[in-house]
């Protein structure tokens, strides 16, 4: 990755953790975390309703990683 493509990524999430570390950010997260089933199995006998909730779950899970520090990703 090249030095203007981490600046951008920097920046961005500097962006999520500002707005996520935000009283009404925290509130917001914790929703989606409850409404995207992060926690829970995403399996479903329909593939569509089992696409569907993975790609809610992946949001968040996305979310959650732009608001760690780089070196606790693993």
């Keep these: 990755m090249d030095k203007k493509q981490e600046e951008i990524i920097k920046e961005l999430r500097q962006s999520y953790q500002i707005v996520f570390s935000s009283k009404e950010g925290e509130i917001v997260l914790k929703d ?43």
């Design 32 to 74: 989606l975390e409850k409404r995207t089933g992060i926690y829970t199995s995403t399996f479903d006998k329909d593939p569509y309703v089992s696409a569907n909730l993975e790609g809610m779950r992946a949001v968040t899970l996305f979310i959650k990683s732009m608001l760690m520090k780089p070196q606790e990703k693993k």
